[in-house]
């Protein structure tokens, strides 16, 4: 039996709470299939350990998430820890050190699922966001100078890199490839007169490798206004750090809400751990009251699923979220329900038992 060691950091708020969902259905399909099983480690990191200890994460953490197959992660943020704290001393900071340059986001209306657009039939909403996960806006790079002085200057540099760039559209193109999707890459070149203009230079020299995929080419403001006219027009989607961020909040927006949205931050090369989370925060606003859709979570347990290769059952929990959303009976608050946590989680385990 093969057994996939996963460490858990489920954070802060809420973190907590739909990590314990997720985990539930990750055992579920373990228990449904005798060839795999996962062992949990808990990490205590996130901004409560850090009022305690004064740091996010231990010392040593990379090295201790290192072993592990994946890292399954709640939310990390908290009101009293700086916002950019928190974000970079733990969340980025393994994004960074684990060479996870891909982050997936799927933008699809599951059935069950409501949108908040008009008229739009639920395939038109079936997009795969692949977004650049290791520089681009978010290298970190830039300079703070004559801070509280008059003539204070502050500069926040973005870094493209050939190689980072390159490897960002190529496994785009390929997922595009085997999934025979169109491609459309997201820039701003008109604007941004070195980065995107070197990206989409980019994405042309790679698109010359991959002439059996259609693409297309947007600004990012176009496309923005075009996710909501015309979500249909979207595939397989490429694009940078800050770009991708932004796009797959309005994604969410049109696609079931911030409750069902979900990431994966993998690093293709598997010479390190790849994460898994929700894509929103720890929602201080709700914390603690056992009513935080769990649905995120689980969907992005199902991509933790896929990652290792039982695709299948990946995909009966995500006909699990589709039932539960049709059936319309076990919801949490933000989805206009009033169950708890808890109580969506069991009925998934349940809809899952039921179906297999
Ligand atoms: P947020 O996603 O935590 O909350 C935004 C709104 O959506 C709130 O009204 C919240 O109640 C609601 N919401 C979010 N997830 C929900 C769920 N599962 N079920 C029901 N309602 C949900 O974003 P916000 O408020 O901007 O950030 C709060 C904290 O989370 C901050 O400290 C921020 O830095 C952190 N954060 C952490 C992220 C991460 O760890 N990946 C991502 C985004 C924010
Ligand atoms: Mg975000």
């Not at 870094?159 to 999707?181: D, L, W």
Request: negative net charge; glycine residues 8%; charged residues 25%.
């Amino acid at each position: 039996m093969k057994t996939y060691k996963i460490a858990v950091i489920a954070g802060d708020g809420i973190g907590p709470e739909v990590i314990d969902a997720g985990i539930e259905v990750l055992k579920k399909a373990a228990a449904l299939d005798s060839t795999f099983q996962f062992q949990f480690t808990y990490f205590p990191w996130g901004c409560e350990f850090y009022t305690k200890h004064g740091k996010m994460m231990d010392e040593n953490g990379i090295d201790q998430l290192k072993e592990f197959d994946a890292i399954y992660l709640g939310a990390v943020g908290f009101p009293g820890v700086p916002d950019h704290i928190s974000l970079w001393d733990l969340l980025l900071r393994i994004r960074k050190e684990f060479d996870q340059y891909v982050n997936i986001r799927p933008v699809r209306l599951l059935k069950g699922a409501k949108t908040s657009l008009m008229d739009v039939k639920r395939e038109d909403i079936n997009m795969l966001f692949i977004r650049e996960n290791s520089e681009g806006e978010y290298s970190g790079a830039g300079e703070w100078l004559f801070k509280g002085r008059e003539n204070e200057v502050v500069m926040q540099n973005s870094v493209f890199s050939r190689k980072g760039t390159e490897r960002i559209i190529r496994y785009a193109f390929e997922t595009a490839k085997n999934q025979k999707r169109s491609l459309t890459s997201i820039s701003k070149a008109n604007a941004l007169n070195y980065s995107m203009v070197f990206w989409d230079q980019v994405f042309e020299e790679v698109s010359a490798e991959y002439p059996e995929v259609e693409t297309s080419s947007y600004l990012v403001d176009a496309a923005a206004m075009l996710m909501i006219k015309d979500p249909k027009r979207f595939e397989v989607v490429v694009t940078s750090n800050l770009f991708g961020d932004i796009l797959t909040d309005l994604g969410a927006a049109i696609a079931g809400g911030i409750g069902l949205a979900a990431g994966a931050n993998i690093n293709p090369e598997r010479n390190y751990p790849s994460m898994f989370e929700p894509i929103h925060g720890s929602a201080p606003d709700i914390a603690g009251k056992g009513i935080a859709n769990p649905l995120a979570a689980i969907w992005s347990a199902s991509q933790m699923l896929d990652f290792f290769g039982y695709e299948s059952y990946g995909k009966e929990v995500l006909n699990a979220i589709e039932e539960l959303l049709t059936e319309g009976q076990v919801l949490t608050p933000d989805m206009g329900g009033t169950a708890s946590t808890q109580e969506v989680a069991e009925r998934i385990v349940e809809i899952m038992d039921s179906r297999i």
